[in-house]
């Protein structure tokens, strides 16, 4: 196996774990850990929004750092604040202790992205480049797919498997310090701060904010929805989260389908997925309809992300981790608001008119296209 696939493989493998273990797996056992330490629903609501505050704070510092220290000491960084904050989790023994550990993972996922797609852009030929940062971004899929079975493994004994999430993120930590290659061009970072709102950046903040936004539908509200619709357990949800994140791994197709068919193309078609989906899993009759949706969301979002990633890298070629940065803290803050939006919505239209609103906003994501005069609009050799 090549130094590039070793590479390409490690950063796939931490970002699964900083994205599914470090963040997404607490929604999974948070009933048996707000049990077991006596957290209300508004302190879990809390805590859970510690972690996104966590995700846009360190994506911020993640491309500042990753500028001024180099993408391998921010990836190994990335890694040892998720495994710090799994064991602390695993460790926790009050609602005080809990939160503070969530905020400490949440900060591991905002920082493990700048990195790899600097690393990416300094060491890999430009051909390359899109597959690698899309098959890298997958691995939130792959975090998804692995955190919902083991839920339903450990079942009640939380401790136990954030302990074996801590171990897991340990070594995937070791493996991107052995695999990232140790330097990067010496342009890349040189300006510092923010770049420069170009046209093509202020329409991919637009297009990713209210995606982001439409998103929580699924993300915030897909185990409610399919609850008061189909009347569906814990357990159903976690199949739907299983789903959701098996089929979120064909997101590392998403450099090959715009090498092909262009941002746009990919943009437009992903995106009328994702509204597709939306509606299916708000107004689902039956279970078939509900999965198939939660199917076609993951391969929607993750898509989705790689083109903003790939977007983002593109409108900033000499600084890659800030692109990256722009598009993902887009996406996050496009959930923040999205979240109480919808439960509004949801509380007062009912299900179906709040799914067809989110659905309408993923389509109207569109409305912002790539720069036509950009070089990199059309297919890529």
Known sequence: MSRSTLFIASGFGLVATCY??????????????????????????????????????????????????????????????????????????????????????????????????????????????DRANTVINAGAAGGVALSAPAAWIFGDDWRFAFMLFAGTAAMATLAIALAMPRAARPDIGAEGGFPSFSLELKRLTASALVMGVASTAVWSFGGELTRKGLGWASGDVGCLWLVIGIFGLTGGLCGAAVQRFGLDRVHVVFLTAMASAILSIAVAANSIIAMAG??????????????????????????????????FLAIAIGQTAGAPLFGFLLEQSGRMMAGVAFALLAVAAAAFPLQRAHPFSATQP
Not at 305 to 322: F, H, M, N, S
């Open 20 to 129: 599914g273990l470090a963040r997404f797996a607490f929604g999974l056992f948070l009933p048996a850990i707000a049990s077991d330490l006596a957290l209300t629903a508004s302190f879990s609501g809390l805590v859970s929004g510690g972690s996104f505050l966590g995700y846009c704070i360190a994506i911020i510092a993640s491309a500042v750092l990753t500028e001024r220290f180099g993408p391998r000491a921010v990836a190994a960084l990335a890694g040892t604040i998720g495994t710090a904050g799994l064991a602390g989790m695993a460790a926790a023994q009050t609602g005080t202790a809990m939160g503070l550990a969530v905020l400490i993972a949440g900060l591991s996922t905002g920082l493990a992205s700048p990195p790899l797609a600097a690393s990416v852009a300094a060491n890999l030929n430009r051909h390359r480049q």
């Open 294 to 327: 939660g199917a076609v969301f993951g391969g929607a979002y993750m898509m989705l992300t790689g083109v903003y990633l790939v977007w983002g890298v593109r409108a900033v070629p000499e600084r890659p981790a800030a692109g990256i940065m722009i598009g």
